[in-house]
């Protein structure tokens, strides 16, 4: 069986963003405490969400504002939702590798003759681009003519996009369905912090000056009539984007859609948000859909992440107030457990069970929760968590600009936390070892040697084992994880190991087998993550076409030994019995 790795994708963010990977819990217990009322029949009445589909409904809270709630039963690997973006762009750094029309990446691609900035797959693309292109072309060959560097030559992707939203409006009108269901996305503007505001105001700088507008008047074509207004527009930006991304969940770019933005937010969440690529032989245009993580009740709340749920509950919650203003309460942020697996390491004493991580504000020292012995080093422990966040921080940093200085730092700082006896699922060792995959995958050449191999397939096998401590089966992180996995089994092995696999991974036959076990699990995931009815997206139809030729491949060999056991000849105390 021959795989390569380029087919494997690289440079994944550790950090997800409201957007793709949108986990959730089935009753949170902030909905179980609160009134949710439906939403006034005037949400419909005046033409807003129309595209609702009808197991769905809005309701509203006090403290939550707006939801969506389930009607009927659903399964997990069921799309809830299946729209087209309101708005959405390539991120600068995929302009010349993707078509702007279908985010698909090809080569080679054909460049816009007037702005030389953007591509397309063919005329089909450019054609179906036009109407959101026809503006941005000649506002992108003017901000490339008026900046001083080649490195600004393009708006930033939030400035793009909030273009694109300006442009609809003012071909719509104001008052058409689209402008008001951007007008009525949740706005924090009167909660934003002075740094927050001063960024607001320079992205409001780039885009007057990036859609062309001298004088206020001019903006009132847009439904902008005063600074205020356009300060709304982006804060609603900040709280209601979602991030596209590829089928391995590399992120591409931007989008907009009011109807999924209506979705409230649970670190333990039942629904996730994806861009799973249609069925079809090349996708017209990247369509979201929302999917539902788990069995669905009807009367419950559909709820996605916003953020990455690996982490401990801190970070979940520093990054929630920040970005989107509200503190959670959703299970998993305010249950007790002792043993939340983002926060664990073994038994100091090796007794098989775990401890919490020790922290700086512990009064005690922690205890094993099976055998009670003590953590005693706590200094140790705490210097290589302390450590361990820096050499995050800086590998993340490092990841494009140096990728082998990444690597080394990724993979030093692994080596510490497992001496320490940190869990794999624990912060922020999974986050390193994530990292670490996705920067092995990367460097992985044509010259491949086994040892590079196994060691990339070790790492990866960390990441899955830390995924599927902390994410819901189907969660599309593990199931892309699982994938790349399997994928890593099937690659030749330069030199395979003879004799009886005793170390992870094994190798010959026994990996092959490895490989196929790990595909089924994958496929298994994957029609929940990307939904059953889109065969578990671009990415389950090639582990489905994969697991055929594995199946195919293990025939051969399973009748191989039958014919070798076959030609044996017949032992001699057989014959004279
Ligand atoms: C993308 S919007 C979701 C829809 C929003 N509730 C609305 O009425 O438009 C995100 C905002 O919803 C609110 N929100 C989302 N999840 C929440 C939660 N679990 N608890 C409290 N507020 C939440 C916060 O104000 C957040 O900034």
Same mark, same amino acid.
């Given at each position: 069986?021959?795989?390569?790795?380029?087919?494997?994708?690289?440079?994944?963010?550790?950090?997800?963003?409201?957007?793709?990977?949108?986990?959730?819990?089935?009753?949170?217990?902030?909905?179980?405490?609160?009134?949710?009322?439906?939403?006034?029949?005037?949400?419909?009445?005046?033409?807003?969400?129309?595209?609702?589909?009808?197991?769905?409904?809005?309701?509203?809270?006090?403290?939550?504002?707006?939801?969506?709630?389930?009607?009927?039963?659903?399964?997990?690997?069921?799309?809830?939702?299946?729209?087209?973006?309101?708005?959405?762009?390539?991120?600068?750094?995929?302009?010349?590798?993707?078509?702007?029309?279908?985010?698909?990446?090809?080569?080679?691609?054909?460049?816009?003759?007037?702005?030389?900035?953007?591509?397309?797959?063919?005329?089909?693309?450019?054609? %179906?681009?036009?109407?959101?292109?026809?503006?941005?072309?000649?506002?992108?060959?003017?901000?490339?003519?008026?900046?001083?560097?080649?490195?600004?030559?393009?708006?930033?992707?939030?400035?793009?996009?909030?273009?694109?939203?300006?442009?609809?409006?003012?071909?719509?009108?104001?008052?058409?369905?689209?402008?008001?269901?951007?007008?009525?996305?949740?706005?924090?503007?009167?909660?934003?912090?002075?740094?927050?505001?001063?960024?607001?105001?320079?992205?409001?700088?780039?885009?007057?000056?990036?859609?062309?507008?001298?004088?206020?008047?001019?903006?009132?074509?847009?439904?902008?009539?005063?600074?205020?207004?356009?300060?709304?527009?982006?804060?609603?930006?900040?709280?209601?984007?979602?991030?596209?991304?590829?089928?391995?969940?590399?992120?591409?770019?931007?989008?907009?859609?009011?109807?999924?933005?209506?979705?409230?937010?649970?670190?333990?969440?039942?629904?996730?948000?994806?861009?799973?690529?249609?069925?079809?032989?090349?996708?017209?245009?990247?369509?979201?859909?929302?999917?539902?993580?788990?069995?669905?009740?009807?009367?419950?709340?559909?709820?996605?992440?916003?953020?990455?749920?690996?982490?401990?509950?801190?970070?979940?919650?520093? &990054?929630?107030?920040?970005?989107?203003?509200?503190?959670?309460?959703?299970?998993?942020?305010?249950?007790?457990?002792?043993?939340?697996?983002?926060?664990?390491?073994?038994?100091?004493?090796?007794?098989?069970?775990?401890?919490?991580?020790?922290?700086?504000?512990?009064?005690?020292?922690?205890?094993?929760?099976?055998?009670?012995?003590?953590?005693?080093?706590?200094?140790?422990?705490?210097?290589?968590?302390?450590?361990?966040?820096?050499?995050?921080?800086?590998?993340?940093?490092?990841?494009?600009?140096?990728?082998?200085?990444?690597?080394?730092?990724?993979?030093?700082?692994?080596?510490?936390?497992? &001496?320490?006896?940190?869990?794999?699922?624990?912060?922020?060792?999974?986050?390193?070892?994530?990292?670490?995959?996705?920067?092995?995958?990367?460097?992985?050449?044509?010259?491949?040697?086994?040892?590079?191999?196994?060691?990339?397939?070790?790492?990866?096998?960390?990441?899955?084992?830390?995924?599927?401590?902390?994410?819901?089966?189907?969660?599309?992180?593990?199931?892309?994880?699982?994938?790349?996995?399997?994928?890593?089994?099937?690659?030749?092995?330069?030199?395979?190991?003879?004799?009886? &696999?005793?170390?992870?991974?094994?190798?010959?036959?026994? %990996?092959?087998?490895?490989?196929?076990?790990?595909?089924?699990?994958?496929?298994?995931?994957?029609?929940?993550?990307?939904?059953?009815?889109?065969?578990?997206?671009?990415?389950?139809?090639?582990?489905?076409?994969?697991?055929?030729?594995?199946?195919?491949?293990?025939?051969?060999?399973?009748?191989?030994?039958?014919?070798?056991?076959?030609?044996?000849?017949?032992?001699?105390?057989?014959?004279?019995?």
């Amino acid at each position: 069986m021959s795989a390569s790795f380029s087919q494997l994708r690289a440079a994944r963010q550790t950090k997800e963003t409201k957007s793709l990977v949108n986990s959730q819990s089935e009753n949170s217990k902030a909905t179980t405490n609160e009134t949710f009322q439906s939403a006034p029949s005037d949400f419909n009445a005046n033409g807003l969400y129309s595209s609702l589909p009808a197991s769905i409904e809005i309701k509203t809270s006090e403290t939550h504002g707006r939801g969506l709630w389930l009607k009927e039963p659903l399964k997990a690997g069921t799309v809830l939702i299946n729209t087209k973006p309101r708005v959405a762009v390539l991120s600068n750094r995929y302009l010349d590798s993707h078509c702007s029309a279908c985010f698909e990446p090809a080569s080679p691609l054909k460049r816009c003759t007037q702005c030389q900035t953007v591509y397309y797959c063919d005329a089909a693309c450019q054609t %179906r681009d036009w109407p959101s292109h026809k503006n941005e072309c000649g506002a992108l060959q003017k901000w490339a003519e008026a900046v001083p560097a080649l490195d600004v030559s393009v708006p930033n992707d939030g400035v793009r996009c909030l273009a694109r939203v300006l442009w609809k409006k003012q071909k719509q009108g104001p008052e058409s369905q689209g402008s008001r269901e951007i007008d009525s996305m949740q706005n924090h503007r009167p909660h934003a912090s002075s740094s927050v505001i001063e960024l607001q105001t320079h992205l409001a700088h780039s885009l007057v000056r990036y859609i062309g507008a001298t004088s206020p008047p001019e903006l009132e074509a847009y439904g902008i009539s005063s600074a205020a207004d356009l300060v709304n527009l982006i804060s609603r930006f900040t709280t209601n984007s979602f991030t596209v991304t590829d089928p391995t969940l590399t992120p591409i770019g931007v989008a907009i859609s009011p109807i999924i933005a209506l979705i409230n937010h649970s670190c333990d969440p039942n629904a996730v948000v994806v861009f799973p690529h249609a069925a079809s032989t090349k996708a017209k245009e990247p369509s979201m859909q929302v999917i539902a993580l788990k069995d669905i009740t009807p009367g419950s709340e559909i709820l996605t992440s916003y953020i990455d749920t690996t982490v401990p509950r801190s970070l979940r919650q520093k &990054s929630l107030v920040e970005t989107y203003h509200f503190t959670c309460h959703c299970d998993l942020c305010t249950s007790e457990s002792a043993t939340d697996p983002r926060t664990s390491m073994a038994c100091p004493k090796s007794c098989g069970g775990v401890c919490p991580i020790p922290t700086d504000e512990d009064t005690d020292l922690p205890r094993c929760l099976k055998c009670k012995a003590a953590v005693s080093s706590t200094d140790a422990i705490l210097d290589a968590v302390r450590l361990g966040k820096e050499a995050l921080e800086k590998a993340t940093s490092l990841q494009l600009q140096d990728p082998p200085k990444a690597r080394r730092l990724t993979t030093k700082l692994i080596e510490i936390l497992h &001496s320490a006896g940190i869990q794999p699922s624990s912060h922020p060792l999974l986050a390193l070892s994530r990292l670490q995959h996705t920067l092995l995958i990367s460097s992985l050449s044509g010259n491949l040697t086994q040892e590079a191999l196994d060691e990339t397939i070790r790492a990866i096998n960390c990441s899955v084992i830390g995924c599927a401590a902390v994410l819901h089966e189907g969660h599309p992180v593990r199931a892309i994880a699982l994938t790349e996995l399997a994928k890593a089994l099937i690659v030749d092995e330069p030199e395979p190991r003879q004799g009886p &696999s005793i170390t992870y991974p094994p190798s010959g036959p026994a %990996r092959l087998k490895l490989a196929y076990d790990t595909l089924l699990r994958a496929r298994h995931e994957l029609l929940i993550a990307f939904g059953r009815e889109n065969e578990g997206g671009k990415v389950g139809r090639d582990v489905r076409d994969t697991l055929v030729a594995v199946e195919r491949e293990l025939g051969v060999w399973k009748q191989g030994i039958r014919n070798t056991i076959e030609d044996q000849p017949v032992p001699l105390k057989a014959r004279t019995s």
